[in-house]
Structure formats: structure tokens, C-alpha cells
């Protein structure tokens, strides 16, 4: 059974004082979950007052990137290093903002995987297709593509223990999402190549999530489907009222 994993990512947001008030009341509003883990992946600059504040807690800490060297002259860049200094279980890797705007590409994303997993953090994944390439029905090969290259060398216990997130991009942050239903089946095809690659047992061991406009309104639907292991979660992870509700989402039984 996969224990559901709620993430949220707060991306540029949040000055270190707004940090700790939003995880302080996140704390509390969430005290009485049990079954499910929690995460909150602030700007770099909060990192370690909220380690600090969440210490002790249900709630864990990731970072929103990182780059793939320990140390060097690689200015404005933070290393595995770094944040597992400052208390870091998780680190986001891949994500479309990072792919699209800033330029990194699969070979990058798979040399930062594997410099997450020697430094003893656990990788949050993301991928998913543009508009374009959704509306050419291209939608499960873009999305092999991406995870083929970015698991290439990392071994089968690493695959077992990554997060991975399918987050179209078309649907981040416009409030549009994708179907359940539809989420569930790239979803599912992630696990049959997670399958191919280890093996069934494995495959039914990692957490994949669903990202993109996910709110305290539509979580349920995609909580209620079966290969939907939880959310990574953007702009409405930035409301503790909000976030508290998709932590506690109602379907407990998956269809």
C-alpha cells in the first residue's frame, strides 16, 4: 500500500517570516493526519528556518531544485550538499519551469538524480507534455521520452525509493487540469515503464503524483484514482486553508 505523499511547492513566494507563519498554521490545521506525508518545499532562502520550525513535526521539507556538483564555482547555484545540511528529505528535479525556462534538458535532470540519491536525498520528478504536443496525441510518447532519460543509470533501489510527478504544462498554473481519468492513464503508463525497467513489484512501490491546478476542490477526483498517489501542489499550497483541505482529501477508496 503507498502511503499517499501531498507536496507542496511554493516556487518564488514568501519571505522567510510569511514561511514560518504559513507552516506554523499548516502544523497545526494537520496535526491529527496520520496516513499520509506532508511536504512543504520553500524558496532556498526559508529552508532552514522552516527545518527548524517543522522539527519534531509530521511535516517534511524539500528543496524546489538543486545542481548536480557538491561544491565549486557555480554562482547562484545550491548543492545535495547544501541541502541536506539544512534538513532537506526531498528535492524537486525537473520541473517544467526549470525544463522551459531556464533551459535544462533530460541529460541535466538525470545528472541531478543521481547526485540526489549519493547525497541521501529522495527526488521529486517531474514530467509532462505541452499543449502542442498534447493536441497532436503525442502525449504518453513525450512523457516515456522524458522518464527513460532521466532514470538511464540509476539503479533499481533508487527507482524504488523517487517520487515522480506527472505535471502537464499546459495545466500549471492556468487553471486548467486535466481529467482524472485522464491523469490516471499517462499516470499508469508511468508505472508499466517504471515495470519494464525493474520490475511489477517496484513499479507498484513508487509514489506518483499528479500536478497542475490541483486545488482544495478538485482534489478528491484525482485522490480517487487508482494509480494517483497524492499532488504536488502550487499556488494553492501558498493558503494554509486551502493546502489543509487537499492534505485532507476524502476518498479513502481508489476506483
Request: charge should be negative; charged fraction near 25%.
Amino acid at each position: 500500500m503507498r502511503v499517499p505523499f501531498l507536496a507542496g511547492n511554493w516556487k518564488m513566494n514568501n519571505t522567510i517570516r510569511e514561511s514560518l507563519n504559513l507552516v506554523e498554521e499548516l502544523i497545526k490545521n494537520t496535526s491529527d493526519v496520520k496516513d499520509r506525508e506532508v511536504v512543504v518545499c520553500p524558496p532556498f532562502t526559508s529552508l532552514l528556518a522552516v527545518s527548524k520550525a517543522i522539527e519534531g513535526t509530521h511535516v517534511r521539507l524539500g528543496a524546489q531544485n538543486m545542481y548536480f556538483a557538491e561544491k565549486g564555482a557555480f554562482t547562484g547555484e545550491i548543492s545535495p550538499l547544501m541541502l541536506k545540511d539544512v534538513g532537506c528529505r526531498y528535492v524537486i528535479l525537473g520541473h517544467s519551469e526549470r525544463r522551459n525556462i531556464f533551459g535544462e534538458d533530460d541529460e541535466l535532470i538525470n545528472k541531478k538524480l543521481k547526485a540526489a540519491f549519493s547525497f541521501g536525498l529522495i527526488p521529486i520528478l517531474c514530467v509532462g507534455e505541452s499543449l502542442q504536443t498534447r493536441q497532436e496525441g503525442k502525449t504518453q510518447e513525450w512523457v516515456k521520452k522524458q522518464v527513460e532519460i532521466d532514470l538511464e543509470g540509476l539503479t533499481v533501489s533508487e527507482v524504488e525509493k523517487m517520487v515522480i510527478a506527472y505535471e502537464p504544462i499546459w495545466a500549471i498554473g492556468t487553471g486548467k487540469t486535466d481529467t482524472p481519468e485522464g491523469a490516471n492513464e499517462t499516470i499508469g503508463m508511468v508505472r508499466s515503464l517504471i515495470a519494464g525497467k525493474t520490475s511489477y513489484d517496484i513499479a507498484q512501490k513508487v509514489r506518483i503524483l499528479y500536478g497542475g491546478s490541483v486545488n482544495d476542490t478538485n482534489i478528491d477526483g484525482f485522490m480517487a484514482q487508482k494509480e494517483i498517489d497524492g499532488a504536488l501542489v502550487g499556488g494553492a499550497s501558498l493558503k494554509a486553508d486551502s493546502f489543509t483541505r487537499i492534505v485532507k482529501y476524502e476518498p479513502l477508496v481508489k476506483v
